[in-house]
């Protein structure tokens, strides 16, 4: 099991290494214990998920973009197949 780093004082709990600077308000009393608590559950719960999600969105691009080049091939395929069969119609006219 993890142990945290606070001691006790006259105030409650505090992380003497860490109540200076920007977390001062987190980090003395009880507030440290459920901070610390919290931040634990947010890395172990929403960590992998969040990390999988990333994964997931850059392969969706990745396949998106794949299948936006073969689509733009496709219909520049259709078009010169268009252009064929207009021509060949145009000589079948003038053959008649």
């Not at 142990?3 to 003395?28: D, R």
């Not at 990745?62 to 395929?77: P, S, V």
């Not at 207009?86 to 003038?94: S, T």
């Amino acid at each position: 099991m993890w142990a945290p780093c606070p001691v006790q004082t006259p105030e409650g709990w505090a992380c003497p290494a860490q109540t200076k600077g920007a977390l001062t308000y987190f980090m003395k009393g009880e507030r440290y214990m459920e901070f610390i608590e919290i931040f634990k559950d947010i890395v172990s719960n929403l960590g992998v998920p969040i990390a999988c999600l990333v994964v997931t969105f850059k392969l969706w691009q990745k396949e998106t973009e794949k299948h936006d080049q073969a689509e733009n091939k496709m219909t520049e395929a259709i078009n010169n197949n268009t252009l064929a069969l207009n021509k060949l119609v145009d000589r079948m006219d003038k053959n008649d």
